[in-house]
């Protein structure tokens, strides 16, 4: 009787334990108290989108939300960086009312149609986050560092095979190089910054880097790590290491700087947003498609050639017209000039040019 | 109809007995019908990428099989590499904590193993990126300095230590609390009387295990290491995170050039593929799926010809 | 010198032939003293760091060796041998102890800083840079995951019963079968068949929601549950059953009674290792929860965030400040491993009511 009835204290206890634990995790976050702020009701827009796809714009994407769910409390925006393919087959279904993107849609995927949009109404695709990729070096005695498209593809081809090799030498007279291997580390993953990497290597430096641009890495030399952190780990972790990642998450690695026409051009967000103002447009680009052919080769040595657009698709007309205003607005504040200056700060993008801008703006308009 | 002539000497089933042997049916029905559907999915999903163009799929592969043998061989190795280091040191954690350690501390050591297997697959990948990678470096360049001689170590040395051998470490870890846990309370099971009388009868600590605990244990054991493995083969996270992967097949354990898994293969790969790329990854997910099935076939089997001390044959 | 060879002089029957107690000891220091001086040795001729790690280990090796031979010398070859799997047996957990502690060591001291109340007092909802907290993963994380197991649990135990009681047969041997298959299933795939599912027969090709994602864990848990608890089953005494049987207890209420509280510690153990197998599982939520920065309590409708996904996320799309990213991510690994822990203590607890007491 005794052992039963301790038994059931015992459980009792435990059941306590539960239901406190319960209690403490049921309260609301401190953060979502609703809206405090009685200015901030001015907004009428109200409901949850969800958007997804490419990684390279999760911080930016972040930043976004962030200031535009606090402008408009009653809205929700989810953005699952789960990839640009993932971004594109869901917005493809209807699964997302947007999706991002560091690759243009092909043709045939324009073809096929989009299900959350009103059948033959068109879409919109325009630029929303451009990004300075660097080339990231961890080497032993060695600040800073020169280097030309050709001695790149080579350094990631593994035709360069040790840092005082004579190629690197060249660009670089007062570094002193040690004579240690060079360990190129490329991303493992497929990813949107890889294919502007090697585009902007198969363009400039086409004799040795033959492989065309692609999201998957083409060739099977070097080491290889998941993500814009896992390269920037490897490198920081390993010895005499370089690779590519978003100029953003660099920290306090070495940065090269790349050879355009004659001189070396460190990165920097107006020299990234000078190549893509300067670019002609691509093979789909419409009032509404404001796809970007980038000139990779150019001379001018006010811009920084290695970047990355990525992209924000959307619908023209929604099958679903109560989140229409909602994503209008989202996307336009996203490329104004308040949401462009929020990467910047918060994720290291690079501007939207005056020009682009308005084209931007423009096109958004068409949503309903 | 006569019912006293058919009278046989069993039980009354009563009612509760039906209920709870039925819904004991319905439970392992639902399992197979859960199984049927996810076969389902696989084939279909898979059909696709086999029947297609190879040269349609990445990277151009001679074949689809081109493209999802090194995966299954990486899968396969760093698993085997995994266990072979895992499985040692499991069998001996379990009869330390059943039959070495004094009495009164064995639960608590117990507990802290279990500790392990508490560790979410995406810390330990987190922990191999950023602690084992770097410690292992410089001795993966011993080893290639030193034994360079054998092809486990051949070619040049990884400048990151995120290879194949690291990526089995961190598995081997993980496993590891798996496999001692299932296995400590296995020999703990072992029937006291068997062991008092081999210790009766003069035999030392290590003759008792070997003639009471392990032949008891052995099944177990085997089972044990079977659901060790599974995980091993099916890790996804640590394998994308960790690894620094590239198409080949070698036995090279401190390369930079290292074989992936199919599982690290698909979390790497998925979130940028689309069209017939996407049902080539579930194809090797179906690979990888009928791999485990062979593997745990055979374990089955092993398991099968020694049963003879289960409690319930 | 004669008191000592006086005393050396009595012979005591029982300990002659036997190493002394301390001998285990001083063979284990005297072979890590051994080890440090040659690598202190090495270090000072080649100028390099001394290498610790190395000399322990390379001890504790000489250490196994010496023992086993002074065992052989003195004690003969059983003992010797006796003596070898005990050394080896310790020196197994102790290096298991070593990646356990360099683990814990990192967690708990790089997730320390965030680890704080608001931490987990708020979600990511408004939250750039510095900042925010978990909330929202940890509801998620204990939301999924408990459904899984309220799923899980009942379905795998009943089908172990079904294998170890009931099973024979086709449909016994067909369970025992596919259930080594469904361990195969790699945790991704179960997370896109639970996707494709979904989408399926709700007709919303985007559907992210967390009771999918406990479908998703089900689907990777069921089995371990099935195949622990099965061997744990299998490991009850026959003349426990007989017994009951004999006194006219139904099969249904010997089960209930007497199979599962003899083998309920083992069962335990196997739950919360499947929990712990499934808690920490990143890719399925990923696909079929999605990610969010905001508070969800419903398990069937929205994005529902977890722990894990928390986690890499927070590593993998840091903004340009890192650093408060990284806290975070490792103050979700630390809590994630502390609710696993916590789990651990009460599946203890609850076997210890129920479990009979046996003599050990």
Redesign the interface.
């Known amino acids: 009787m005794n052992s039963v009835l301790s038994r059931y204290k015992r459980l009792a206890s435990i059941g306590a334990i539960a239901v406190a634990g319960t209690i403490l995790l049921s309260s609301c976050a401190a953060n979502e108290a609703g809206t405090t702020d009685p200015s901030a009701a001015a907004s009428d827009l109200a409901g949850t989108i969800d958007g997804s796809g490419a990684?390279s714009q999760g911080s930016a994407q972040e930043a976004w939300v962030a200031a535009f769910q606090t402008e408009n409390p009653d809205v929700t925006i989810n953005y699952d960086p789960?990839?640009?393919?993932?971004g594109?087959?869901a917005f493809i279904s209807g699964g997302v009312s947007f999706a991002g993107t560091d690759s243009a849609l092909k043709q045939d995927e324009i073809d096929g149609g989009f299900a959350a949009c009103v059948p033959d109404t068109g879409y919109i695709q325009v630029p929303a986050y451009i990004s300075p990729i660097a080339v990231i070096f961890n080497v032993e005695g060695v600040d800073a560092l020169n280097l030309d498209a050709p001695t790149i593809a080579g350094i990631f081809k593994g035709t360069i095979t040790t840092w005082n090799d004579p190629a690197i030498a060249a660009l670089n007279a007062d570094a002193t190089l040690p004579s240690a291997?060079i360990?190129a580390?490329h991303r493992?993953?497929?990813?949107?910054t890889t294919k502007n990497f090697t585009d902007y290597l198969n363009k400039v430096a086409p004799e040795i880097w033959d492989a065309p641009a692609a999201?998957?890495f083409p060739y099977?030399?070097?080491?290889?790590?998941?993500g814009t952190s896992?390269v920037v780990?490897?490198v920081t972790?390993?010895?005499?290491?370089i690779g590519y990642a978003d100029a953003s998450k660099a920290g306090d690695l070495g940065v090269a700087a790349i050879k355009v026409g004659d001189e070396f051009v460190d990165y920097s967000p107006e020299a990234a947003a000078a190549v893509v103002a300067g670019s002609p447009a691509g093979d789909t680009a419409s009032d509404t498609d404001l796809v970007i052919s980038l000139d990779r080769k150019t001379t001018d040595p006010t811009h920084y050639p290695l970047v990355l657009v990525s992209y924000i698709i959307t619908c023209t007309e929604f099958v679903d017209a109560e989140v229409a205003p909602v994503v209008k607005a989202y996307v336009q504040y996203i490329t104004s000039d308040a949401g462009q200056s929020e990467a910047a700060s918060s994720a290291g993008a690079a501007p939207l040019s005056t020009d682009l801008s308005a084209k931007v703006a423009t096109a958004l308009e068409s949503i309903k | 109809m006569t019912t006293t002539s058919t009278r046989k000497p069993r039980?009354t089933l009563?009612p509760?007995?039906r209920?709870?042997?039925g819904?004991?049916?319905?439970?392992?029905?639902?399992?197979?019908a859960?199984?049927a559907?996810?076969a389902v999915?696989?084939i279909a999903?898979s059909i696709p990428a086999l029947i297609v163009d190879p040269a349609e799929l990445?990277?151009a592969p001679s074949s689809f099989w081109a493209y999802v043998g090194p995966l299954a061989f990486g899968t396969v190795w760093a698993a085997f590499l995994a266990l072979v280091m895992a499985l040692?040191?499991?069998?001996?954690?379990a009869?330390?904590?059943s039959h070495?350690a004094p009495?009164r501390i064995a639960q608590g050591?117990g507990?802290?193993?279990?500790?392990?297997?508490?560790?979410?697959?995406?810390?330990?990948g987190?922990?191999g990126?950023?602690?084992?990678?770097?410690a292992v470096?410089p001795l993966y360049g011993w080893l290639v300095q030193n034994l360079g001689f054998l092809p486990f170590f051949a070619g040049?040395v990884?400048?990151?230590?995120?290879t194949i051998l690291t990526v089995a470490?961190v598995l081997a870890?993980m496993i590891?609390?798996?496999i001692?846990?299932?296995t400590r309370?296995?020999f703990?099971?072992t029937?006291?009387l068997h062991e008092e009388a081999a210790l009766a009868l003069g035999a030392?600590?290590?003759?008792m295990?070997q003639m009471a605990v392990i032949p008891f244990g052995r099944p177990?054991m085997i089972?044990?290491a079977?659901?060790g493995l599974?995980?091993a083969?099916?890790e996804?996270?640590v394998v994308?995170?960790v690894?620094?992967?590239?198409?080949?097949i070698n036995f090279v354990l401190t390369g930079?050039?290292n074989p992936?898994t199919?599982?690290g293969n698909?979390?790497?790969?998925?979130?940028?593929?689309?069209g017939v790329?996407?049902n080539a990854l579930?194809a090797t997910?179906m690979i990888?799926?009928v791999?485990?099935?062979v593997i745990?076939?055979i374990?089955?089997i092993v398991i099968n010809r020694r049963k003879a001390f289960?409690?319930?044959? | 010198m004669t008191a000592a060879a006086q005393s050396t002089g009595i012979v005591n029957s029982l300990t002659t032939g036997r190493l002394p107690r301390w001998a285990t000891w001083v063979i284990l220091l005297g072979s890590w003293a051994i080890m440090g001086v040659i690598f202190a040795l090495i270090a000072a001729g080649s100028g390099t760091e001394f290498n610790i790690s190395a000399a322990l280990l390379l001890g504790l090796f000489l250490f196994i060796v010496l023992i086993f031979v002074f065992a052989y010398l003195v004690e003969g070859l059983?003992?010797a041998?006796?003596r070898?799997?005990?050394a080896?047996?310790?020196?197994?957990?102790l290096?298991?102890?070593i990646?356990?502690i360099?683990?814990?060591f990192?967690?708990v001291s790089n997730g320390l800083p965030r680890f704080d109340p608001g931490f987990f007092g708020q979600s990511m909802r408004n939250v750039v840079g510095e900042g925010g907290g978990a909330l929202h993963a940890i509801t998620g994380t204990l939301l999924i995951t408990g459904m899984a197991t309220l799923i899980s649990v009942?379905?795998?135990?009943?089908?172990a019963?079904?294998?170890?009681?009931?099973?024979r047969g086709a449909?016994?041997r067909?369970?025992?079968?596919?259930?080594?298959?469904?361990?195969?299933?790699?945790?991704?795939?179960?997370g896109?068949?639970a996707f494709?599912?979904f989408a399926l027969i709700l007709d919303d090709p985007g559907i992210r929601f967390g009771f999918g994602g406990s479908i998703a864990l089900s689907?990777l848990m069921?089995?371990?549950v099935?195949?622990?608890s099965e061997?744990?089953?299998?490991?009850?005494?026959?003349e426990l059953?007989e017994a009951a049987?004999a006194l006219g207890v139904?099969?249904?209420?010997t089960?209930?009674k007497i199979v599962i509280p003899t083998s309920i510690?083992?069962i335990t153990?196997?739950v919360?290792?499947a929990i712990?197998?499934v808690?920490?599982?990143?890719?399925p939520l990923l696909i079929i929860s999605g990610f969010t920065a905001s508070m969800n309590y419903d398990l069937l409708s929205d994005r529902m965030m977890s722990?894990?996904v928390f986690?890499?996320t927070q590593?993998q799309n840091p903004g340009s400040e890192v650093q408060p990213y990284l806290d975070r991510?490792?103050a979700g690994?630390l809590t994630?491993?502390l609710i696993?822990?916590l789990l651990?203590l009460i599946a203890?607890l609850i076997a210890r009511i129920f479990s009979p007491k046996l003599?050990?």
């Open positions: 990684s789960s990839g640009s393919g993932a594109r087959e291997p360990t580390v493992s993953d497929d990813s949107g999201d998957p099977q030399v070097g080491e290889a790590a998941q896992g780990d490897a972790n390993g010895t005499n290491t | 039980s009563r509760a007995d209920i709870f042997a819904s004991t049916v319905i439970a392992g029905s639902l399992i197979l859960a199984l559907a996810v999915f696989l999903e990445k990277g040692p040191i499991s069998i001996g954690i009869l330390f904590i070495f009495r050591l507990y802290i193993i279990d500790l392990l297997a508490a560790v979410p697959s995406v810390v330990f987190l922990w990126i950023k602690v084992l990678a770097p470096t040049g990884s400048g990151t230590g995120r470490i870890v590891i609390p798996i001692t846990a299932v309370e296995v703990l099971q029937p006291r030392t600590r290590w003759e295990i177990g089972s044990a079977m659901l599974g995980r083969l099916g996804t996270m994308a995170m690894l620094s992967p590239a198409l080949v930079s050039q992936s199919i599982a698909i979390a790497l790969n998925f979130p940028e593929a689309n790329d996407v579930i997910g990888l799926f791999i485990t099935l745990n076939s374990a089955r289960s409690g319930a044959n | 059983r003992q041998k006796d070898l799997v005990t080896l047996v310790v020196s197994a957990f290096i298991a102890l990646p356990l360099s683990l814990l990192t967690v009942p379905v795998g135990l009943l089908t019963i079904y294998l170890v009681e009931y099973g449909l016994a067909a369970i025992t079968f596919f259930v080594d298959v469904m361990t195969g299933i790699p945790s991704i795939v179960a896109l068949f494709a599912f689907l069921i089995p371990v099935v195949r622990s061997e744990m089953l299998k490991l009850v005494p026959n059953r049987y139904p099969k249904w209420l089960i209930l510690a083992g153990t196997g919360t290792l712990a197998r808690i920490g599982e990143t890719a722990l894990p986690v890499y590593y991510a490792w690994a994630l491993i696993v822990m651990n203890r003599g050990r």
